[in-house]
């Protein structure tokens, strides 16, 4: 989807981790609660613990998952492997030996949380988007803002990459 309203770096954020998190966006992600943790430690082994932790915590932060599950900043990572007590957190690079487990722990993430496809509502933002321009006057910008916005709040995980049209 080309984006040339979207500045080189706000290309480069969407859909990935820039720079550490604050302390407040740690909290607010990577915080497994007792549902988290009863789903995570549905794995008896620790690599798949960790892999499946780092999903959850990249669909809560960005909207969706992860092209490599592991990408994510190395404060996220040790966050995560400190709560869920792994004494190698090294361990995780085997996560991505398997690569169907980790569609099956996105799968399962979806349902256990509630997460839905971009196909779902993809003619209802369309609408939104349509009655938004027309009544709001927004430009490109605030349009896409926005409705990344209302993805995120409905809980639709985002469409894939976005990038500058080639020519």
């Given at each position: 989807m080309p984006v040339e309203f979207l500045s080189d770096e706000e290309v480069a954020a969407y859909g990935g981790f820039v720079g550490s998190p604050?302390?407040?966006e740690l909290a607010r992600w990577c915080l497994l609660d007792n549902a988290d943790l009863r789903l995570v430690n549905r794995r008896r082994v620790d690599h798949?613990?960790?892999?499946?932790?780092?999903q959850l915590v990249a669909v809560r932060a960005l909207g969706m998952f992860l092209v490599d599950p592991l990408d994510v900043p190395t404060v996220v990572f040790d966050e995560v492997a400190g709560q869920l007590g792994v004494a190698d957190p090294s361990c995780v690079k085997r996560y991505l030996g398997r690569r169907p487990t980790r569609f099956d722990h996105q799968g399962e993430i979806c349902r256990e949380y509630g997460y839905r496809p971009?196909?779902?509502?993809?003619a209802e933002l369309e609408r939104w988007?349509?009655?938004?321009s027309f009544t709001a006057g927004e430009g490109p910008?605030?349009?896409?803002?926005?409705?990344?916005?209302?993805l995120r709040k409905r809980q639709v995980l985002l469409p894939g990459e976005i990038g500058r049209a080639h020519v």
């Open positions: 604050s302390s407040a798949p613990r960790v892999g499946f932790a780092l971009f196909a779902q509502v993809s988007v349509a009655d938004r910008k605030a349009l896409f803002d926005g409705a990344v916005g209302w």
